[in-house]
């Protein structure tokens, strides 16, 4: 089955200071991965995925994330973290079947930004 | 912004009740899904749903569960007798169909906060 795992509850970093969400992932065939991003009392907000190509996906709100396969990780990353990135982040990924189809997330990571 | 929106954004219900959550999804998408999410814990999905009929159910969507899309806009989760252990964030999601090779994501709306005394 397709699962992904976030190892970190809560990342606290300070502003400015570059910012790393781990994921790692399980797939069976090519992998094709997405983060989410949910503020407080609000739905969940895509960022970015990798379905293919160049192994740094450049996504919303200055965020990337570096597909890894040796080490089947995804993580997030942000060069300068701001106070107003504080909120959960899901990392997730799809069925085996392409078109619309369910995602499975993780159980996600707080980060906290803080001056 | 096109935008996936849902009511009420909080239901409080009785156990053995029956409830109705309401979903508008973007308008051209043709995907549409439900995800609930029980305080503190991870996003969980329930169902999915293209061309008026399930494609994918999850072992938590049994028979107390259902979905329907009754107008041309509107996408609905019913729960006929609601447990107290429903009681979570529920999220409708929608989607373009994408390819066999390619993903598209989803676009979620804010959330109904179901709570069930």
């Known amino acids: 089955a397709q699962s992904v795992a976030q190892p970190e509850d809560q990342v606290n970093v300070a502003e400015g200071n570059p910012l790393t969400v781990k994921c790692t992932y399980s797939?069976?065939?090519?992998?094709?991965l997405f983060w989410y991003v949910q503020y407080p009392n609000r739905g969940l907000q895509f960022l970015l995925k990798?379905?293919?190509?160049?192994?740094l996906v450049k996504g919303s709100y200055g965020f990337e994330a570096e597909f890894n396969k040796s080490q089947t990780s995804f993580h997030l990353k942000k060069p300068s973290a701001l106070v107003s990135d504080s909120a959960l982040y899901f990392c997730?990924?799809?069925?085996?079947?392409?078109?619309?189809?369910?995602?499975?997330f993780g159980t996600g990571t707080q980060l906290k930004v803080e001056l | 912004e096109p935008e996936v929106t849902q009511t009420p954004s909080h239901q409080v219900t009785q156990m053995g009740q029956e409830v109705i959550l309401r979903c508008v999804p973007i308008s051209n998408h043709l995907y549409f899904y439900w995800y609930r999410q029980i305080l503190g814990q991870k996003v969980e999905f329930l169902v999915s749903?293209?061309?008026?009929?399930?494609?994918?159910k999850s072992e938590i969507f049994d028979d107390q569960f259902s979905v329907e899309r009754p107008d041309g806009s509107n996408f609905t989760l019913k729960i006929r007798s609601t447990k107290l252990e429903d009681s979570a964030m529920y999220f409708c999601?929608?989607?373009?169909?994408?390819?066999?090779?390619?993903?598209?994501?989803?676009?979620f709306g804010p959330g109904t906060r179901l709570t069930v005394l």
């Open positions: 797939v069976s065939g090519n992998p094709y």
């Open positions: 997730a990924v799809p069925g085996v079947t392409g078109g619309g189809n369910k995602l499975t």
């Open positions: 990798y379905i293919t190509g160049d192994n």
């Open positions: 999601a929608s989607s373009d169909p994408g390819t066999t090779s390619s993903y598209n994501e989803q676009f």
């Open positions: 749903f293209y061309n008026n009929e399930i494609s994918e």
